[in-house]
């Protein structure tokens, strides 16, 4: 049946009148949709009949809260959310001073292959539908009783992997019908696909698109980020400068600090020899200890931070959440599914 949510408002009356529905009832149906009601049945400004046609001929994505984890800390949620067919994605809802983000995750799994990521190391099962992203910005809100204002793209899966859904949920979360967030409320994280950079370039879309760079050359990147053997550092940093000259967006290249890997004074000099002139920043993430991957968190952060800013390129550090709970995307999912394996 067709997922109403994937829908935007224009094709939802198309698809209303020629389904013999009078083209208020689609506008009022996609305001349900998009304050992330879990059945037909709760719409309740239309009549019972109505609501029973609809459930008989459509449908929309629901997601339903697996497991969860509340960090005892600061107060941040990570979810382990299902969909109708079983596959299982996970979200992060952080509480900040301007108010809720979440980090939504935009595949079951991962086609990347990095070597410090968690999700990867479970394979890759399908890409979500925009309703699938949407509703697990709902899900989150309605669990925790709260109003998300931001988004971050940067949970299991690469967003650019999935083009045309993310674009489509894009265009759906910052409907002014819809959830109505804004782009300059929406990150988008992605390993270096180079293409679909230069393609969402042209898209200009107010967002900000981070770049997870963890490495200043070649050397260094290809061994843990294999997606670097297609289009190199070089490469992507060409079209981390186009992107920027198109949108006049800053960039956010995140930034892992690796124990012994990525964390010398010479890496950050390099890095910042090459980041030079560009219209970016650099986010330093504390990485986050993965079962299987021998990677440690660095203790040279405030050092490495320090050389970067002495030469120009404005730096910060991610602030931790979540430190007691399964933090990095993938993990949680990971653990439940070795979990039901050994059930089996």
């Not at 109403?4 to 149906?29: H, I, S, W, Y």
């Not at 991962?110 to 099962?125: I, V």
């Not at 981070?210 to 490469?235: C, F, G, Y």
């Not at 800013?309 to 404005?314: F, M, Q, S, W």
Request: contains cysteine.
């Amino acid at each position: 049946m067709t997922d109403l949510k994937c829908m935007t408002l224009p094709e939802l009356e198309a698809l209303f009148k020629q389904d013999g529905l009078p083209k208020f009832r689609a506008k009022q149906v996609y305001r349900w949709l998009h304050r992330g009601v879990v059945s037909f049945s709760e719409m309740s400004d239309l009549s019972k009949d109505l609501r029973e046609k609809l459930a008989g001929q459509y449908t929309f994505a629901v997601a339903k809260v697996e497991r969860k984890q509340v960090s005892k800390v600061d107060g941040t949620i990570k979810y382990l959310f299902s969909f109708e067919d079983g596959a299982t994605v996970e979200s992060v809802l952080m509480k900040y001073k301007h108010g809720y983000s979440i980090c939504i995750s935009t595949q079951v799994g991962c086609r990347m292959g990095c070597t410090f990521c968690a999700t990867g190391k479970s394979g890759y099962l399908r890409n979500l539908l925009p309703s699938e992203m949407l509703a697990q910005i709902q899900a989150a809100e309605r669990d925790a009783d709260v109003r998300i204002s931001n988004i971050v793209l940067m949970g299991m899966g690469e967003p650019l992997d999935n083009y045309d859904n993310v674009l489509r949920f894009l265009e759906l979360v910052s409907s002014e019908d819809g959830m109505n967030i804004g782009m300059r409320h929406i990150s988008l994280s992605t390993c270096g696909l180079v293409d679909k950079i230069d393609q969402l370039a042209k898209e200009k879309l107010q967002l900000t698109l981070s770049v997870s760079l963890h490495a200043p050359n070649d050397e260094i990147r290809s061994r843990t980020m294999p997606i670097n053997r297609k289009w190199n550092v070089e490469q992507l940093l060409d079209a981390c400068r186009r992107y920027a000259d198109a949108t006049h967006r800053r960039i956010s290249f995140e930034y892992a600090m690796i124990d012994g890997v990525n964390d010398s004074d010479a890496c950050a000099l390099e890095l910042a020899s090459r980041l030079k002139g560009m219209l970016c920043h650099v986010n330093l993430i504390p990485v986050n200890s993965v079962e299987g991957t021998g990677y440690h968190r660095s203790a040279r952060i405030e050092k490495f931070s320090t050389l970067l800013a002495n030469r120009g390129i404005t730096t910060t550090v991610r602030r931790t959440l979540g430190s007691d709970i399964d933090a990095s995307c993938g993990q949680l999912r990971r653990r439940t599914l070795n979990e039901s394996a050994k059930n089996s």
